[in-house]
Structure formats: structure tokens, C-alpha cells
């Protein structure tokens, strides 16, 4: 939760083909209402990161069957302006979660409803329980009349560590999700050398 780190920042947002196209022609982004979305609902970019981007977008189109978008896979590439961030990267971000997820338990404890959670193996790939915690987050700060979040940023090691006993995992990303559209700065093609190593 702050204003702290460098404002504006490289997003790498994987999708389909004709989706890049029609946002580069000025449509707006679709916000992601998934329950299980990592950083709850809003617009998703990979930062710094179109490899993985277009790793995502070639996932979903081979998940075609089990409801997969993207029939060609594809990269957008955005200026985002991080503004009031939720920075999950930092103390105060990650304590204003922590809490939160009290909130959320106290709430569900009085109701007859189960508490989310999360799953899909050892990466948690379906954040159903992070989602909600980052939703309800957004939804009591509206109802206390304090600032929104304009974006939220994590880091999240995933996938196979990169050799034995590796701290270091082929997946690993910081990821952006931007909550209010005006976050977005401009749109661009990805030029074929943000994809060099």
C-alpha cells in the first residue's frame, strides 16, 4: 500500500490474437471476474515479462476443451501507472491482506457458507480463497470511504525449480492487476525484441 516504488511499469498482457488487434485499436481491457483469480478481479499483466505472457496465452489455448479463450495465442503489451498500488511486495501490503483474511473468516464464521480455498497442486493455481481475500479487502475499504487500490502486485514463484534444490522456479512472476482502467496509460505491439533473452 503505497505510492513508494516507480510509478509507471512495463505490462505484458497474454491473450487472444484478434483481442490484441481490437485493444489496439482503443477497445477497452475486460476486467477478469474469475473466482479464482490470484490478485482478485481486474485487468491482468505479467510485468516486465512477455515470455510469460505468451506462455499463458499458449496454456489457455491448449485448455480449448476445459474452457480455454485463446484460440491464437497472443501478447499486448501496456504502460501501466501502478498509482495507489496494493503491493504485495512490501509489509503494509501484505498486512492489510493478512487482516483482511481475519475479516473474511470472522464473516464467513456466521453464515452458513464455507470459507474459499485454494488448489490445483503444488503451484495453487485456483486462488479461490486469495480472491475473495482481495476482494473483500477492496469491498470493506469502499465501505470505510478509504482510497481504492488503482492496481495490486504480487510475486509468485511457480512452476519447476530450475535444478536441484533451486530457489529459483521457471514460473516465477510478478504479476499486476490493474483495477480501474485509467491505470492504463497506452497500449503498443510487442516488438519482436522485448521476446531476446
Not at 506462455?55 to 497472443?74: C, F, H, I, T, Y
Request: with cysteine; hydrophobic share 40%.
Amino acid at each position: 500500500m503505497h505510492n513508494l516504488a516507480a510509478s509507471f511499469v512495463l505490462g505484458y498482457h497474454g491473450c487472444d490474437a484478434t483481442v490484441a488487434e481490437n485493444l489496439l485499436k482503443n477497445e477497452p481491457f475486460i476486467h477478469s471476474e474469475n473466482a479464482y483469480d490470484w490478485l482478485g478481479s481486474g485487468i491482468y499483466f505479467w510485468e516486465a515479462n512477455p515470455h510469460r505472457a505468451l506462455s499463458w496465452a499458449r496454456e489457455n489455448a491448449a485448455r480449448k476443451a476445459a474452457g480455454g479463450v485463446v484460440l491464437e495465442p497472443a501478447v499486448i503489451g501496456a504502460v501501466v501507472d501502478l498509482g495507489f498500488c496494493l503491493d504485495l511486495i512490501t509489509g503494509n501490503g501484505i498486512a492489510a491482506v493478512e487482516t483482511a483474511h481475519h475479516g473474511l473468516t470472522k464473516l464467513m464464521a456466521g453464515i452458513p457458507a464455507d470459507l474459499p480455498v485454494n488448489s490445483g497442486g503444488g503451484d495453487l493455481r485456483l486462488r479461490n480463497l486469495d480472491c475473495a481475500v482481495v476482494n473483500f479487502l477492496h469491498s470493506t475499504r469502499a465501505e470505510r470511504n478509504l482510497t481504492e487500490f488503482d492496481t495490486v502486485r504480487g510475486v509468485f514463484s511457480e512452476g519447476k525449480q530450475i535444478y536441484p534444490t533451486a530457489g529459483f522456479r521457471g514460473k516465477t512472476h510478478i504479476q499486476i492487476c490493474v483495477r480501474k482502467p485509467a491505470m492504463i496509460k497506452g497500449v503498443f505491439r510487442v516488438p519482436e525484441d522485448h521476446f531476446s533473452s
